[in-house]
Each structure stands twice: as C-alpha cells, then as structure tokens.
Nanobody, 121 residues
Framework: QVQLVESGGGLVQPGGSLRVSCEVS????????WAWYRQVFGNQREWVAA???????NYAASVKGRFAISRDNAKKTGYLQMNSLSPEDTAVYYC???????????????WGQGLQVTVSS
C-alpha cells in the first residue's frame, strides 16, 4: 500500500525559510510527478507548485520566486523549499504524488497527511 508521510512543518518568523518533505513508502514502480497544495481553514485547497515527469516546474503566482519544488527519486521523496515566508503563507500544506505501482498500469494520485506551517512573529 502506498503511503505519503510529510515532515518539516512548524512555526517560522516572517522572512524566514522552511523546507517540507514528503516521503513515499510502499511498493512502487515510479513517481510520475509531484505537486504541493495548501489550505487555510474554511477555504478551498489551493495549488502551490508542481514538478512534472519531464522535469518542468510550475508555481502559483503567489509563491513564484520564493518557493522551490524538487524531488529525490532515489529517496522517493519530494520537497518544497519555502523562502521569504509571510503570514499569508500560513496554511496546512499537502503533498500529492502521482505514482505508478506497476509498469504498464495507470498511475494514481496519493496524498500526504498535511502539515501545519505557521508564519508569525
């Protein structure tokens, strides 16, 4: 069974940096793509960044130039480096990995449990 476990959230001061990680466990063939989302209580989940199978990265306008998505395929882990954080970045952050469990089978999306990131002085 595929599971995603996130780590690295917490409290950071405005202007600070934080890196959140998301590790895939279970028997898989490959991780096709990664994405990160965030959600503020009472609001819809918001897309933040994506890392496609071809290596292209895309970012929401609100985080472009401050956040960086990356992956380590050997570790089956995705990362979101967040710099120049502001209180508006406070949210629960979720990772989304599109995973193929067997060659030739369609891939599917799996989600992490969510991590609270709070930006406050």
């Amino acid at each position: 069974q595929v599971q995603l476990v996130e780590s690295g959230g917490g409290l950071v001061q405005p202007g600070g940096s934080l890196r959140v990680s998301c590790e895939v466990s279970g028997k898989i063939y490959n991780i096709v793509s990664w994405a990160w989302y965030r959600q503020v209580f009472g609001n819809q989940r918001e897309w933040v960044a994506a890392d496609s199978s071809g290596g292209a990265t895309n970012y929401a306008a609100s985080v472009k130039g401050r956040f960086a998505i990356s992956r380590d395929n050997a570790k089956k882990t995705g990362y979101l480096q967040m710099n120049s954080l502001s209180p508006e970045d406070t949210a629960v952050y979720y990772c989304d990995a599109n995973v193929r469990t067997c060659p030739g089978r369609p891939s599917a999306d799996y989600w992490g449990q969510g991590l609270q990131v709070t930006v406050s002085s």
